[in-house]
């Protein structure tokens, strides 16, 4: 539901126009160094308004520590941390209520929660609540740094283009949204991480990225061009007793375990679903469809925001699979 792991456990928790949104972790090591600076530049690379095709929304998103955390040092206690949600237009929500937006859990959410939800903004189903998950991404790829592991993500492609001004360009043109694709590779990890069949490593990187909103899609090392491919073109030769491989087309993960190469997967992200062009949908207080086009402050490429919030849950299925196998080293 809205927790994840086993050892380093996280609960998610608000909605995008409710007072706040948050996150809590257990598991979290005592003794980790830990202050409001150490989220700044991540919560910055998450927001939107601050590069060219995201939402004007602009929230301070400074970290409200509100447990585990005494003296600048994490206690060992789970940690919880609050995000206010100060800078709302709810009306805007108001007035499309009996026409669910396509592409959007609008109407699934009412069908499964009788129309109790909270509608506003996408209520929990906002990718708002990604900033709980940067914060969480924070304190793994803090613990992780410990043995040496780092988590990077970037942008590959927009709308098929590598050139992202170019892509993106595309979108404004047509006066529409645009998806794209976004990598993630992870350098340092130890080989063992994983267990077959349904906790395999690849297993939980997925369970945690669909989690992130948008997300159509992953492949690991050649992904989906492995099945072009011949079993001695695709097969990575071992080539030292580390385990180094001469190629990765494995993409660092043999058999559901990390094998000590570099980790290296892709996600797909759709086009934004609220988008000015005139689409059809249903208008349920009516029964029939109609002409419908979304209002309000929305990212022209969401994917622009992906990479740091990808980042983050890499970060914190790989932090628990470590503590698993006792891997991160002492911080004390």
């Known amino acids: 539901m809205n927790s994840f792991g086993r050892l380093f456990r996280i609960h998610i928790f608000g909605e995008s126009h409710g007072e706040s949104v948050g996150i809590s972790i257990d598991g979290c090591p005592a003794g980790l160094p830990l202050k409001v600076e150490d989220f ?14 995201t939402t004007p929304r602009q929230e301070s998103d400074l970290p409200i520590f509100k447990s585990g955390i005494f003296n600048d040092t994490t206690t060992g206690a ?27 859990a609008d109407f699934v959410a009412h069908q499964k929660f ?30 992780l740094a410990y043995s040496g592991v780092e988590v990077v993500a970037n942008i590959l492609e927009i709308g ?11 979108a404004i043109d047509a006066k529409d949204s645009i998806g794209g694709i976004v990598e993630c590779r992870v350098n340092g990890l130890p080989a063992g991480l994983g267990e077959p069949f349904f906790d395999s ?14 997300v159509r899609g992953i492949e690991f090392g050649t992904g989906f061009a492995a099945a072009r491919m011949f079993g001695s073109g695709h097969n990575d030769a071992i080539a030292d007793m580390s385990g180094r491989t001469a190629t990765n087309h494995a993409g660092g993960v043999v058999g559901g375990i990390s094998n000590g190469n570099g980790l290296v997967f892709r996600i797909a992200i759709k086009p934004t679903s609220s988008t000015p062009k005139i689409q059809q949908t249903l208008n349920w207080e009516t029964g029939e469809t109609e002409s419908f086009s979304v209002k309000g402050r929305h990212d022209l490429c969401i994917a622009l925001r992906v990479p740091v919030v990808l980042e983050a849950v890499t970060a914190f299925v790989l932090c628990d699979l470590m503590l698993a196998e006792q891997k991160i080293k002492r911080i004390l």
Do not use: C, M, W
């Open 160 to 170: 098929g283009e590598s050139d992202l001004e170019k892509g993106l360009q595309k």
């Open 40 to 53: 700044l530049t991540d919560i910055e690379r998450r927001k939107g308004g601050t590069q060219k095709g």
């Open 78 to 104: 789970p940690i919880t941390i609050l995000f206010e949600n100060n800078n709302t237009r709810s009306g805007d929500y108001q007035k499309q209520r009996a026409v669910p937006r396509p592409g959007h």
């Open 114 to 143: 009788g129309g109790y939800e909270d509608y506003r903004g996408g209520g929990h189903f906002s990718g708002r609540l990604t900033v709980a998950l940067v914060a969480a991404g924070v304190i793994a790829k803090k613990l």
């Open 201 to 214: 490593a690849e297993s939980l990187i997925s369970h945690a990225v669909f989690a992130i909103p948008a």
